[in-house]
């Protein structure tokens, strides 16, 4: 059946709004396209009135945004309808009759229906409600009543409580986005930088009697002209960012979403360039403008709360020349001191770190630093003094965090280090990096500062012993600053970065054998975690070239510290505690390594069996049983696998030397680092397939993977598996995998086929932003066989879907490590096969991974 049509008031009500966006599109004008909607809307509602009136001596008002004036494209429409007496049953209908013709003309409505006694005793137990008042706007009906509402609300309204109750919202808003304006996603309305701190300030000055508008509130004085300059233009740009969402959303949307950024990219006209994505490009400029929004807010809100709250003067206490403490924050004795003094520019922070009794900055110097921050120039960088105030910062005992997040949210660091400010609010969409390039900086450097801290002992129990027993420690606060300054150029970041950092150290008097050491760090930062992650620790070679990579034992440790902060810092979903245990196994065995511990692969392996004898041993078995089972075990086998590995298989494999049932056996490694599955059965070419087609149903993240095949053809493989989602009961989960995996790999082939993941989706971030897929196939020295590697985007089934090109392809899987970073994958593999010494047939098998990697393809 054909839907009715639209009444010619909705009818004429689209039209204009279609009308009003498209003359937006000509001239792109926020304010205009906002007042126009508004308008729009009124018309409409006045002419729905005519056919539905209100009741006798009752008004109809605009409240929240609506109430201001502004209406985005498809923002709800919210009114009150102030009763002037108690409603009879005939109010009630006519009520009812309005709302339900308003909803259908369009208009996304919330409603309100309450006398002037409803909305005083609402405002005084709801801030939200008291809020929505103060932007009261007569639309219809008795406009005395609304006047008298106003004035109501107006008397009854006490500043310094509603500043309180706002300032305690504005927190806990805050605490919801994640206390960063810096979110991959981020809310243009309700995050920290966003349009609402805006409206907050323009609340509490209202209800301090400062002013309605930024005109008059920095008419009052609350504002330089460079501030209003700066906050007005901000507002701008995020009004015309939400009405932008808006559009093309088709729908109330406020989030910067990953499936819109490259459309509102386009929109605005950014292009690609050598290195960065046009939404990259988008987001910077978004994130720069939330910064300005955060640092003035900040100005702002303290200075409100030292004009409602003002301090008697015997609170104030004289530090030194220049500094003076105010209600125990740190405050300028006179107002232009940084302008006739710029090292003060640093020193004062400096002075924050060496007072422990400071909690934070005056509005007035947060307000004098913002302002002359511009004098941070090429002669300021390269005063002695400010470079050595500078070096103290990072030497300090305390404070060292908040200093720099202090600094970077004042623009005093972008400044000093003009080769840091290209990296704030640089976005990576590389699918694992969760903050923006400057935040992961911080965020690293926080890790470090936690190594040295009592508190965070438990946590980081290795991190915290070396980097107490480290000299000169602070030397790693500068190679973490460095570490990924080149990010965006083009080129190796970290060869770039390495010279940057050369640069700082000479220029800041670090002495050449520390300058040294932060050139290596910076220069290796991705080192360790290559090594660890990719590489087969288990080969004295690996160990030998790594320990040739770090030369002695500070640089050891140096850069595992960095490393470890390093890798914590980049996203909670990258670090996992099997991660940490393979950076502290590489970091024992280097330490042995480099202490002259560097037997070849023989003694390796006598050794390896020895200790694995000795353990078999404490298990009450006896030699003959053990050597039942290691007759059928290869020099390989010892070599690639660890003495209690070895150990755990010949317990339960000794007497099952030729069992033609599958045998699966799980235990917990570490301290619930990860889940050690064994599976023991006889060959056959399609047995990898189906546990990877069972790990992936059950989402278990594969970490490694150890494949091995006997002298008399039975498989023995090794798997370190992660828990789905945040799961810690590893027990459990062994039990279930011993029992499930089992009975699946002895049921008959036409019943073992997978089934899928379940429920899993590929991140919204990897459909967005695609990485395209990239694989090498080399072979080793010893040409035996190859090592594979491949960077993708991760999905579920990745491994399983590899798993079946390897047996469509006869390959042969030796090892694999699998490493997963948030939403990319960067797994090596080393693999057998006859047709990788064939070029056509090594052709065709590259093509078949570069299909499985591509989801589309």
């Known amino acids: 059946m054909d839907s009715p049509s639209p009444s010619p008031l909705r009818q004429r009500f689209d039209q204009r709004r279609a009308e009003a966006i498209e003359s937006y599109r000509k001239h792109l004008r926020p304010d205009i396209l906002l007042a126009a909607l508004r308008r729009i809307a009124d018309q409409a509602v006045r002419d729905t009135l005519k056919q539905h009136p209100l009741p006798e001596g009752a008004a109809l008002a605009a409240v929240g945004g609506y109430g201001r004036g502004e209406l985005y494209p498809y923002s709800d429409i919210d009114v009150l309808i102030l009763l002037g007496n108690e409603p009879g049953a005939d109010d009630k209908t006519r009520i009812e009759k309005l709302i339900a013709a308003l909803w259908n003309l369009g208009l996304d409505l919330g409603h309100s229906v309450r006398s002037i006694a409803d909305c005083r005793r609402e405002a005084a137990h709801d801030i939200t409600i008291e809020t929505a008042l103060m932007e009261l706007r007569w639309i219809a009906g008795s406009k005395p009543l609304v006047r008298q509402l106003a004035q109501t609300m107006q008397r009854r309204q006490d ?16 605490a919801r986005h994640q206390d960063t304006p810096y979110a991959l996603e981020p809310n243009c309305k309700e995050a920290p930088g966003g349009l609402r701190d805006l409206l907050t300030l323009r609340w509490i000055a209202q209800a301090a009697g400062v002013g309605n508008t930024w005109k008059e509130i920095a008419a009052s004085g609350m504002l330089t002209p460079a501030e209003h300059r700066a906050l007005r233009r901000a507002e701008l740009a995020f009004k015309r960012l939400r009405i932008e969402l808006h559009l093309l959303a088709g729908r109330r949307e406020d989030r910067v979403l990953f499936d819109l950024q490259p459309a509102l990219a386009a929109t605005y006209g950014f292009e690609a360039t050598k290195t960065r994505r046009p939404s990259e490009l988008l987001m910077q400029r978004y994130y720069w403008a939330a910064r300005v929004v955060s640092q003035l807010t900040t100005i702002l809100m303290q200075a409100f709360e030292e004009r409602l709250f003002p301090v008697p003067a015997s609170s104030h206490k004289v530090l030194d020349d220049d500094f003076c403490q105010v209600h125990n924050r740190l405050d300028v004795r006179r107002a232009d001191e940084f302008e006739r003094k710029p090292t003060l520019l640093l020193r004062a922070f400096l002075v924050m770190q060496q007072n422990p009794e400071l909690t934070g900055l005056s509005a007035q110097i947060m307000r004098a630093m913002w302002h002359s921050r511009k004098r941070i120039d090429a ?50 969409h590389d699918l694992f990096h969760a903050y923006t390039v ?32 480290l000299d000169r420690h602070w030397l790693l606060y500068v190679a973490a600053l460095y570490h990924d300054i080149a990010k965006g150029r083009g080129g190796d970041h970290s060869e770039l970065g390495a010279r940057d950092a050369r640069r700082f150290c000479a220029n800041h008097q670090i002495g050449p054998e520390d300058s040294e050491l932060v050139e290596f760090l910076v220069r290796e930062h991705l080192t360790m975690s ?25 640089h050891l440790t140096a850069l595992y510290l960095l490393t470890v902060a390093d890798i914590r810092g980049t996203s909670p979903k990258v670090w996992n505690a099997w991660k940490g245990k393979l950076l502290e196994d590489l970091y024992r065995l280097t330490l042995a390594a480099l202490g002259g511990a560097q037997p070849d692969r023989g003694t390796v392996l006598a050794l390896r069996r020895e200790e694995a004898s000795a353990e078999v041993r404490r298990l009450g078995l006896r030699d003959e049983s053990r050597d039942q089972f290691w007759n059928q075990l290869d020099v390989a086998y010892f070599l690639r696998h660890e003495a209690s590995e070895i150990a755990w298989h010949t317990r339960h494999l000794y007497y099952r030397v030729d069992s033609p049932e599958p045998v699966v056996k799980a235990r917990v490694v570490g301290q619930n680092e990860g889940l050690q599955i064994m599976v023991y059965s006889p060959d056959r070419s399609d047995l990898f397939v189906d546990i990877c087609g069972y790990l992936d149903q059950r989402a278990l993240g594969v970490q490694e993977a150890r494949i091995h095949t006997t002298r008399h ?3 023995l493989d090794s798997f370190i598996v992660l828990l789905p989602g945040n799961d810690r009961d590893f027990r459990s989960w062994a039990n279930l995998v011993e029992h499930e995996l089992a009975e699946r790999l002895a049921r008959p082939p036409e019943a073992r086929r997978s089934t899928g993941g379940y429920g899993r989706r590929r991140s919204r971030r990897a459909r967005v932003f695609p990485i395209v897929p990239n694989i090498e196939l080399q072979p080793d020295e010893s040409g035996t066989s190859w090592r594979l590697s491949l960077i993708a985007a991760d999905r579920p089934g990745l491994l399983y879907s590899l798993a079946q090109v390897f047996a469509r392809h006869g390959i042969d899987l030796n090892m694999a490590k699998i490493l997963t970073l948030g939403d990319r994958v960067e797994d090596v593999f080393i693999v057998e096969g006859q047709v990788l010494g064939q070029p056509r047939s090594q052709l065709q098998f590259e093509r078949s991974l570069l299909a499985s990697l591509d989801e589309a393809g």
């Not at 450097?445 to 190594?451: A, V």
């Not at 290559?530 to 040739?548: M, N």
């Open 438 to 469: 400057d935040q992961h900086t911080l965020m690293v450097i926080r890790n470090l500062r936690r190594f040295t801290m009592p508190e965070h002992a438990q946590e980081y129990p290795l991190a915290s012993q070396l980097i107490a027993e």
């Open 530 to 554: 290559k090594f660890a992650q990719k590489r087969d620790l288990t080969d004295p070679g690996v160990i030998h070239e790594f320990a040739r990579r770090v030369r002695d034992e500070r």
């Open 379 to 428: 002669q300021f960088r390269a005063n002695p003094v400010n470079r050595y105030t500078f070096m103290q910062i990072l030497q300090q005992p305390r404070g060292i965090v908040h200093a720099l997040r202090r600094m970077t949210m004042l623009n005093i660091l972008p400044r000093y280090l003009p080769e840091f400010r290209r990296i704030v609010g640089q976005m990576q």
């Open 159 to 174: 500043a310094q409580t509603f500043f309180q109750a706002k300032r305690a919202e504005m927190v806990q808003r805050h």
């Open 713 to 715: 053809g039975w498989a």
